[in-house]
C-alpha cells in the first residue's frame, strides 16, 4: 500500500485560492483511482473530488466549477486546486487510494491530511 501525505493547507480569505498536494511514497501509476476527501468539525469526512487513471473526474456539487483535481503520474503527485474559496470549504482535507464508480476510500487508512481555513 503507497503512502499517502498531504500538504498545501492554510488560511485563506474567503474568495481566494489554494492548492493543494498528496506525495506518494511509490507510484501511483498503478492505482486506478485516487480522491480528495474533506471532514469539518462536528461533520463526517465527505468525498470532495476523485480522478481515475484514465482522466476521468468525479466532484461532489458544493466545489463543481471551483475546484479542479490532477495527477502527475511522473511526479507520483495528486493535486486539488481550489479557487473561489467560502467558509464551508474550512476543513481537514485528505487524499486516499479511491474505488472507482463509488468513490470510497479503498482502505481504512488516514494520513494527518492538511487544514484549510477559510475566514471572511
Known amino acids: 500500500q503507497v503512502q499517502l501525505v498531504e500538504s498545501g493547507g492554510g488560511l485563506v480569505r474567503s474568495g481566494g485560492s489554494l492548492r493543494l498536494s498528496c506525495a506518494a511514497s511509490?507510484?501511483?501509476?498503478?492505482?486506478?483511482?485516487m480522491g480528495w476527501y474533506r471532514q469539518a468539525p462536528g461533520k463526517q469526512r465527505e468525498l470532495v473530488a476523485a480522478?481515475?487513471?484514465?482522466?476521468?473526474?468525479n466532484y461532489v456539487d458544493s466545489v463543481k466549477g471551483r475546484f479542479t483535481i490532477s495527477r502527475d503520474n511522473a511526479k507520483n503527485t495528486m493535486y486539488l486546486q481550489m479557487s473561489s474559496l467560502k467558509r464551508e470549504d474550512t476543513a481537514v482535507y485528505y487524499c486516499?487510494?479511491?474505488?472507482?464508480?463509488?468513490?470510497?476510500?479503498?482502505?481504512?487508512?488516514w494520513g494527518q491530511g492538511t487544514q484549510v481555513t477559510v475566514s471572511s
Open positions: 480522478i481515475t487513471r484514465g482522466g476521468r473526474t
Open positions: 511509490g507510484s501511483i501509476a498503478s492505482i486506478n483511482a
Open positions: 486516499a487510494d479511491t474505488v472507482p464508480g463509488t468513490w470510497q476510500p479503498r482502505y481504512d487508512s
